[in-house]
C-alpha cells in the first residue's frame, strides 16, 4: 500500500533482515484466541544518495526500534532483501527513469496522478515527500500497526487452514447469507463431493433430507441470535444416500456484532456407535450378572429393601450403627466408585492382579462421565432408561391471611401436624383451594424464626410467598405450589433431625427454607430435554444447561427484589445476603438430575464413609473427629444438596396414599408432555410414557430402583430416618404387587 505523491515506494513484504537497529522489546500480537509472536520489525531503504529524507527514515526506524538497512542500488538491494526477507521496503523513486518523479511527487498544483500503476507494479503504499522526521516516525509506525501486522496475521491463518485441512471432523463454513466459502478434506469425503465441487453454492442447492419446517427453525431461531446449536441432522450425500450426524453450528461474529460466518461441525452417528462399543468391549470383563440384570430386580450394592423392615424395631442407637457399616459395602454403579473398589482390591492382592486392576481402572477413567451409572439396553428397562433420558438429559379464590392468627380453622386444623412426616399436604391443599405454599410457609418460617434472622416483617414475608405461588402453575398436575409446599415440609423436617441440627448454620436453614420454596417457580411442565428440543426462549438463554433450574434460582431473585413490599432481604447487610443468595442458588440448582449420582457419590465418600470409618473404630464419643467431617465448608456444601435433592424426591417415601396420589399426578404431566411432543413433532424423550400403554407400576419401581434407593440409604444412614426408609419398603412392595398382577393403573380394581 503506498501513501500519496512523493518520490518514495513503500512496499509491505515480510521476514527479517538487520544492519542499523536498536533493540527493542519483542510483541506479542493477539489474533483471536491465537497469541502470536512477533520479532523486530525489518526495513530495507532503498536510496540512490543519501538525502534529509533517507536520513528521516533512518532515524524513524532508530526510534521506532525496527533494523534498518541502507542499499544504493537495485542489485544491492534484491541481494539484501533475498538474505534477510525485510517486513518494510522504502524505494526512493524520485530517480526512476520508469516514472516522471517530478511530475509524481512534486507537481501538486495539477490534478492527483493515479496510483494504479503503482498498485500494478506490486506496491502497497505511495508517499508524499516529507523529510520531517516526525512524518517518517509516523509513517512507519501507522505500517507496522496496519498492513505488516495484518500480512503477520494472515501468516497464521495458515496454520489454522492447515489443522482444517487435517482435521477427522467434518468442517464447513459459510457466509452470513449461507453461502458455502469453504470445506475441509473430511466434509467432501463424508458428503461424496470432489474438491472445490461445494464452494460458492448456496446451501439450497445443496441435497438434503427432508425435514419439518419447524425443525429448521428451531435451528436459524438459535444461530441467527448468534447462540450455538447442537444436535441430531439428517443430510443426504451427492449420490442420494442419506446419513445421520451429530451437528454442532457455531455463529461467528464479526465487526459491529454481527454475524459473518457459520461454522459447522459434523461427525457421523456410526463413528459415535463405533466409539461406544469399543468401550462397551473394554469393560466387558467388569461387568457382572448382577449388573447385567439390575433393572429386572434392585441394583447390586444397593440394600435390599426388603430387609427394612426389621430395622425400625431396633434401637435408634443400633440402627445407627448397622446403617453406618452398610455405608462401606455401599456400591452405585458409577465409573469412579468403579476405579476406587478396583484400587482397594489391588491393595491386597499380588502384583499381577494390581497391573490388571489398575489397567481396568484407567480403561475406566477414560469414560467422560465419572458420577453417572452404566445403563444397559433399553430393552432390558425401557423405563429406567426413559427416566433417565427425560430426567438428566438433560378455582374459587381465597382471601389471604393478615397474619398467623387470621389463618381460617379448617386450614389450622389441616397444618395441626405439620412437624410430622405423615403430614396430608393433599388435605392442605384441598382447604387452601390449592394454595398451600402462603399457609404453609407461614408456619414453618415461623417455627424456624425466619422472619428474625433476615429482619422483615410478617407482612414482608407473608407478601413474598404470595407472589411466589402466583407464579407456580396451577394448572400443572405435578409442578405446582402444592408440590412445593411438599418440598418446604420434608426440608423442614430434615432440618430438625439432630445430626442436621449439629452440621448447619441458621444461615443454612434459612438458605435451604428459601431455597425448598422457589426451587421449581415458573415450572412449565415440562423437562428441560423437551425446551432443549423444542428451542425454547429459556433453553437457548441458559444454553441448554440446567435449564429450568437456572430460571427458577433467577426467577425468584428477580421476584423478590424487583418491589420492596416483598422483598425479605431488604434490610440485611450485603455480605450476608451475598452468602445467602450463592447457597440457595446453590441448593436450586443441586435439583437439576444430570448431577444426581455425582452429589450422592461425593456425599456417600465425603461423609457417609468417614464417619462410618470413625464408628466402626469405636470413636463415637470422639466429638471433635465427627466435627470436623460435618463441618467442613466441602461437607456442608454437600450435606445441603443432598437435603433438597431427597426432599425434592421424596415421594416414594410417604404413606401409601400420598405416594400414589404423587405417581398418577407425575405420571399424568409426563403423558401430556409426550401427547405435546407427537403433536410437534419433536423427539419423544419419554416414550414409555404414553397414556394409552403406560404401566405406572413399572415405571415407579424403576424410578425407585435407579434414583431413590441409593440415595435415601445414604441420607438414612446419615440422618436417622426409620419412618422413610418403612414407608419406601411398604411402596415398593405395593407397586411389585400391582406389576405381578400385569395392573398398569395407580390401584387395583375393587373386588
Keep these: 500500500m503506498l501513501p500519496s505523491s512523493s518520490s518514495f515506494r513503500l512496499q509491505s513484504i515480510q521476514q527479517s533482515s538487520w544492519h542499523l537497529f536498536v533493540q527493542a522489546p519483542v510483541t506479542d500480537v493477539q489474533f483471536g484466541p491465537m497469541r502470536l509472536h512477533q520479532d523486530q520489525l525489518q526495513v530495507l531503504l532503498v536510496f540512490a544518495e543519501e538525502d534529509e529524507q533517507s536520513n528521516g527514515f533512518r532515524w524513524a526506524c532508530d526510534k521506532a526500534g525496527f533494523r534498518c538497512n541502507i542499499a544504493r542500488t537495485p542489485q544491492s538491494a534484491l541481494e539484501c532483501f533475498l538474505d534477510k526477507h525485510h517486513d518494510i521496503i522504502i524505494i526512493d523513486h524520485r530517480h526512476s527513469r520508469y516514472f516522471d518523479a517530478e511530475a509524481l511527487c512534486r507537481h501538486t498544483d495539477r490534478e492527483e496522478s493515479s496510483i494504479l500503476p503503482l498498485i500494478s507494479a506490486g506496491f502497497t503504499r505511495r508517499y508524499i515527500e516529507n523529510s520531517s522526521r516526525m512524518a517518517c516516525y509516523n509513517e512507519l509506525i501507522q505500517l507496522e500497526f496496519g498492513q505488516v501486522q495484518a500480512q503477520f496475521k494472515l501468516r497464521a491463518c495458515n496454520s489454522l487452514f492447515t489443522a482444517l485441512e487435517k482435521s477427522q471432523e467434518a468442517i464447513e463454513i459459510t457466509s452470513e447469507d449461507h453461502v458455502i466459502q469453504y470445506v475441509n478434506p473430511a466434509f467432501e469425503t463424508m458428503m461424496g463431493y470432489q474438491i472445490g465441487e461445494l464452494i460458492e453454492k448456496e446451501l439450497t442447492e445443496v441435497p438434503i433430507n427432508e425435514k419439518k419446517a419447524d425443525f429448521l427453525d428451531t435451528i436459524n431461531s438459535c444461530i441467527k441470535i448468534g447462540k450455538e446449536w447442537q444436535g441430531m441432522y439428517y443430510a443426504k450425500k451427492k449420490n442420494g444416500d442419506s ?98 473398589n ?7 492382592s499380588s502384583p499381577m492382579p494390581v497391573a490388571e486392576a489398575l489397567d481396568r481402572a484407567l480403561e475406566i477413567l477414560r469414560t467422560t462421565e465419572l458420577y453417572s451409572p452404566q445403563l444397559g439396553t433399553k430393552d432390558e428397562d425401557p423405563h429406567t432408561s426413559d427416566l433417565v433420558g427425560g430426567l438428566m438429559t438433560v378455582a374459587g379464590s381465597l382471601s389471604s391471611p393478615i397474619s398467623l392468627n387470621d389463618i381460617p380453622p379448617r386450614i389450622t386444623q389441616a397444618m395441626e401436624n405439620e412437624e410430622q412426616w405423615d403430614f396430608d399436604i393433599f388435605e392442605l391443599e384441598a382447604a387452601t383451594h390449592k394454595r398451600p405454599l402462603v399457609y404453609l410457609g407461614l408456619k414453618i418460617f415461623a417455627r424456624f424464626g425466619i422472619c428474625e434472622f433476615l429482619n422483615c416483617s410478617e407482612s414482608t414475608l407473608r407478601s413474598w410467598l404470595q407472589v411466589i405461588e402466583a407464579n407456580y402453575h396451577s394448572s400443572n398436575s405435578y409442578h405446582n405450589s402444592t408440590h412445593s409446599a411438599d418440598v418446604l415440609h420434608a426440608t423442614a423436617y430434615f432440618l430438625s433431625k439432630e445430626r442436621v441440627k449439629q452440621t448447619l448454620d441458621p444461615i443454612d436453614e434459612v438458605a435451604a427454607l428459601i431455597a425448598a420454596t422457589v426451587h421449581d417457580v415458573d415450572h412449565p411442565g415440562r423437562t428441560n430435554s423437551f425446551l432443549c428440543n423444542a428451542g425454547s426462549e429459556l433453553a437457548i438463554l441458559y444454553n441448554d444447561t440446567a435449564v429450568l433450574e437456572s430460571h427458577h434460582a433467577a426467577l425468584a431473585f428477580q421476584l423478590t427484589t424487583r418491589d420492596g413490599k416483598c422483598n425479605i432481604f431488604k434490610n440485611m447487610e450485603r455480605n ?69 435433592k431427597c426432599a425434592d424426591i421424596s415421594n416414594p417415601c410417604r404413606p401409601r396414599e400420598q405416594c400414589i396420589e404423587w405417581a398418577g399426578r407425575i405420571s399424568e404431566e409426563y403423558f401430556a408432555q409426550t401427547d405435546e411432543e407427537r403433536r410437534q413433532g419433536l423427539p419423544v424423550v419419554m416414550p414409555v410414557f404414553d397414556r394409552n400403554t403406560c404401566s405406572i407400576p413399572k415405571s415407579q419401581l424403576s424410578f425407585i430402583d435407579y434414583f431413590i434407593i441409593d440415595m435415601f440409604d445414604a441420607w438414612d444412614a446419615f440422618a436417622d430416618l426409620p419412618n422413610l426408609m418403612e414407608h419406601l419398603n411398604n411402596n415398593i412392595k405395593y407397586w411389585k404387587g400391582l406389576d405381578g398382577r400385569n395392573l398398569r393403573v395407580l390401584r387395583p380394581p375393587p373386588e
Excluded at 478396583?342 to 491386597?348: R, S, T, Y
Design 243 to 340: 446419513i445421520q450426524q451429530n451437528v454442532k453450528i457455531l455463529p461467528v461474529i464479526g465487526q459491529g456484532g454481527k454475524i459473518r460466518h457459520y461454522v459447522s461441525i459434523s461427525r457421523l452417528c456410526n463413528d459415535n456407535n463405533k466409539v461406544e462399543k469399543t468401550c462397551e468391549c473394554i469393560q466387558a470383563e467388569s461387568q457382572t450378572d448382577t449388573q447385567t440384570c439390575r433393572h429386572k430386580d434392585m441394583r447390586k450394592g444397593s440394600l435390599d429393601v426388603r430387609s427394612t423392615t426389621s430395622r425400625g424395631s431396633d434401637g435408634s442407637s443400633q440402627r445407627r450403627r448397622s446403617s453406618m457399616a452398610r455405608v462401606h459395602s455401599m456400591t452405585i454403579e458409577a465409573p469412579i466408585t468403579k476405579v476406587i
Design 576 to 644: 450476608e445476603y451475598r452468602t445467602l443468595r450463592q447457597v440457595i442458588i446453590d441448593m436450586v440448582l443441586a435439583t437439576e438430575m444430570t448431577k444426581h449420582f455425582e452429589h450422592v457419590n461425593k456425599f456417600v465418600n465425603s461423609i457417609n464413609k468417614p464417619l462410618a470409618a470413625l464408628e466402626e473404630n469405636g470413636n463415637n464419643g470422639d466429638g471433635e473427629s465427627i466435627k470436623t467431617v460435618l463441618r467442613s465448608p466441602e461437607n456442608r456444601i454437600l450435606i445441603k444438596r443432598m437435603l433438597i
Design 342 to 348: 478396583i484400587i482397594n482390591a489391588a491393595q491386597e
